[in-house]
Structures are given as structure tokens and as C-alpha cells.
């Protein structure tokens, strides 16, 4: 049994690594948007805190995210501390694969964030 979340914005937040390049990250509009919209951005990791904003700044879940029409914007500090530990655990263990975060809800700003649903790939090198 586990706690309901409330619903928030639908983000999605992952990584996979490339055997040539080595961990990629990538963020974009989550939840069933993500496979309808490919709005995504990629960088490799490790991240810094101005390429993580910079990535989701290129996307149009930035636009979502700032508020529209009266809404109040969404907490995209949370949004990226999750990015910068997700690239921080890619570079660290090297079995993990592929990791997903989606949707990852994110509240009103302050409010921070909460993974849905995470999966992980493990394969060892």
C-alpha cells in the first residue's frame, strides 16, 4: 500500500548510457506526453546546475512550468536537484543501465517534487 500523490505537472527525467559517450540525460513533457510530443533535451552527464535549467529552458514544458494564464509556476529548483542526483547516480554506478523518472509531478514552486513511477536497468559491465 502506498500513499496517493496529488496530481502536478508532468515532467520526465532519465538517463541511459551510451556506450561510446557514457551516461546521457534527458528531460521533457512526461507522463503520455512524452511519447506524442518527443519534446525532449539532451546532455551529457555529469550535469551542472546551469545545463540542467539550460535543458529544460529548450523544451516547452519550460513554458508549462514558468505559468500560464493566471497559474502560478511550477518549482523547477526541485525539478533540477532531481536531474543533478539522477546524473550524480548514472556517473557514480556504472552497472546502472538506464534510469526513468515518469512521470515526475512537480507541485507549485516551494512545493518540490515527487517521482510516480521510476524504473531502473541494470546491466554489468
Do not use: H, W
Amino acid at each position: 500500500v502506498q500513499k496517493m500523490v496529488p496530481v502536478g505537472r508532468e515532467v520526465i527525467v532519465g538517463a541511459v548510457r551510451d556506450p561510446q559517450f557514457g551516461p546521457l540525460m534527458m528531460f521533457g513533457l512526461g507522463g503520455i506526453y512524452v511519447d506524442f510530443l518527443r519534446d525532449v533535451s539532451y546532455r551529457l552527464c555529469p550535469l551542472t546546475r546551469a545545463e540542467a535549467a539550460g535543458m529544460i529552458e529548450e523544451t516547452r514544458a519550460y513554458i508549462l512550468l514558468r505559468g500560464v494564464r493566471g497559474e502560478p509556476p511550477s518549482d523547477i529548483d526541485s525539478v533540477i536537484d532531481v536531474m543533478l542526483r539522477v546524473s550524480q547516480v548514472m556517473m557514480q554506478f556504472r552497472d546502472i543501465y538506464e534510469m526513468e523518472i515518469n512521470p515526475l509531478f512537480v507541485y507549485e514552486s516551494g512545493e518540490g517534487c515527487i517521482g510516480v513511477d521510476i524504473r531502473i536497468t541494470i546491466r554489468r559491465i
